[in-house]
């Protein structure tokens, strides 16, 4: 897969689809981040999941404000 520069760094316009789709992951990541306060118990693992899982937000949105569709 070749990279696209020139895609990944302007900005990108969303839809009103678009938004509601990245609402939708942002609203679950949430969720999540939110259990897992409440069933693990603190330490370096649960500080890198809550890191891992802002990370899975970022890219599913990334994909869908890059991609469209």
């Given at each position: 897969?070749?990279?696209?520069a020139?895609?990944i760094?302007?900005?990108?316009?969303?839809?009103?689809?678009q938004?509601n789709?990245l609402?939708?992951?942002?609203?679950?990541?949430r969720?999540?981040?939110?259990?897992?306060?409440?069933?693990?118990p603190?330490?370096?693992?649960?500080?890198?999941?809550?890191?891992?899982l802002?990370?899975a937000?970022?890219?599913?949105?990334a994909?869908?404000?890059r991609?469209?569709?």
């Amino acid at each position: 897969m070749e990279r696209d520069a020139e895609n990944i760094f302007r900005h990108h316009k969303v839809t009103v689809d678009q938004t509601n789709r990245l609402h939708a992951i942002r609203d679950k990541a949430r969720e999540l981040d939110i259990l897992i306060d409440a069933v693990c118990p603190p330490g370096e693992e649960r500080q890198i999941a809550h890191f891992k899982l802002e990370e899975a937000m970022f890219w599913a949105n990334a994909g869908i404000a890059r991609n469209g569709g």
